[in-house]
């Protein structure tokens, strides 16, 4: 849960900063979902932009920045280093969504690099997804990632199926940009500090 919130509250900050992103979210729901209905986890696999906007989201401002430690049971070399057996191995997710050798434009917000040219998510052997570890690797992934997904897009769906959000007239928005330290609070996770929204109905 409280992985899923701060999700939600990171991609809220972004939409309000993007809010061409929102306009797209708010389509695609009207043309799978409509507005007649509750949405449903069998909706999801249909809403493309909306699980490529979530993956941006974890990769962009990663609420994991470290991954927890692993044990090397042999040794091994990987990408001309030399681990050896019983090595700790913590893997830099902040780093992994920064490799410009992997994104090209990782400073940029950027959904649609995790959708084809038919505008269709693009295959888990894709570089782009596979770089992605926002729950872990292998064995020890995350036993909540699927719980945690299919709350997030009912979540979304929801809100964005009924309102529109925006910064209320008159309050300073906050940035997403996260190399702006003094909008994200100082901890292990990335996360804003508090913002202000107003929803509207659609």
Not at 66 to 94: Q, R, V
Not at 106 to 116: A, C, I, V
Not at 147 to 172: C, I, N, S
Request: some cysteine.
């Amino acid at each position: 849960m409280t992985t899923t919130w701060s999700l939600m509250t990171n991609s809220m900050l972004i939409l309000l900063n993007h809010p061409e992103y929102q306009i797209k979210i708010q389509k695609e729901i009207d043309r799978v979902i409509g507005r007649k209905r509750s949405p449903s986890v069998d909706d999801r696999t249909k809403c493309h932009f909306l699980l490529a906007f979530e993956k941006e989201v974890h990769r962009y401002t990663p609420i994991i920045l470290l991954l927890l430690p692993h044990m090397c049971y042999e040794n091994i070399e990987f990408e001309g280093f030399d681990i050896k057996k019983n090595s700790m191995i913590i893997a830099n997710t902040w780093y992994i969504c920064r490799d410009e050798s992997i994104w090209g434009d990782p400073w940029n917000f950027r959904p649609e690099r995790f959708l084809d040219d038919n505008g269709e998510l693009l295959p888990s052997e894709h570089p782009y997804c596979k770089s992605m570890m926002s729950f872990g690797l292998g064995e020890r992934r995350c036993p909540g990632e699927m719980f945690g997904k299919t709350r997030y897009f009912l979540y979304m769906a929801t809100l964005f199926q009924h309102y529109t959000f925006e910064t209320p007239e008159g309050v300073k928005q906050r940035g997403c940009d996260p190399r702006t330290l003094e909008d994200f609070e100082n901890n292990i996770s990335l996360r804003p500090k508090p913002f202000w929204v107003r929803a509207l109905l659609r």
